[in-house]
């Protein structure tokens, strides 16, 4: 009689299709499928011409004026510094807590609508390209001194992990 065990590997994720996927590239998918999500960013920078992606025009962009560019370019523009990120409303201390509270409650049977499918992945992208919530008060995470684009980071990372569990 077979018996499970702890040193087995988990359950192989079928993602596209039926082609199974390790737990490690289905990460790696939820992580890349994000990346195309919408977001905020104020450029440091003026280019005056649209750009054109696989997914859609981005641009044109003004130097402190705010656009919507994919994650995964907002992030590059952040570590590059040439933009700061505008955190979406859902990343805000009161939400994250109307969520978990709605995520606790026994009546509840479906996830929270005020936070998208993909929150973990896009949070953990802004948090780390920021390098916010790392414990350090949220200060010079733009290298110039300057506050974290994500106010209270630190609580807001501890909230998306008890969203989690």
């Not at 999500?37 to 025009?57: A, D, H, K, M, R």
């Not at 992030?75 to 510094?81: F, N």
């Not at 802004?126 to 733009?142: E, H, K, P, Q, V």
Request: hydrophobic share 40%.
């Amino acid at each position: 009689m077979a018996t499970s065990g702890s040193s087995s590997n988990p359950p192989a994720i079928s993602f596209f299709g039926n082609t199974p996927l390790s737990t490690n590239r289905a990460i790696a998918a939820s992580n890349f499928l994000a990346g195309d999500e919408t977001i905020s960013i104020i450029p440091s920078f003026t280019y005056p011409e649209t750009i054109g992606l696989i997914s859609g025009q981005v641009g044109p962009f003004r130097a402190g004026m705010d656009t919507e560019v994919p994650l995964w370019m907002a992030t590059m523009l952040r570590r590059r510094k040439l933009a700061k990120i505008i955190p979406p409303s859902w990343m805000d201390i009161s939400v994250l807590k109307d969520v978990l509270r709605f995520e606790r409650d026994p009546k509840e049977a479906s996830f929270s609508p005020d936070i998208p499918f993909r929150h973990a992945e896009i949070s953990h992208a802004i948090l780390s390209a920021c390098r916010a919530g790392s414990g350090t008060g949220g200060s010079g995470a733009m290298g110039d001194g300057g506050e974290s684009e994500v106010p209270n980071a630190d609580q807001i990372k501890l909230l998306l992990e008890d969203i989690q569990r």
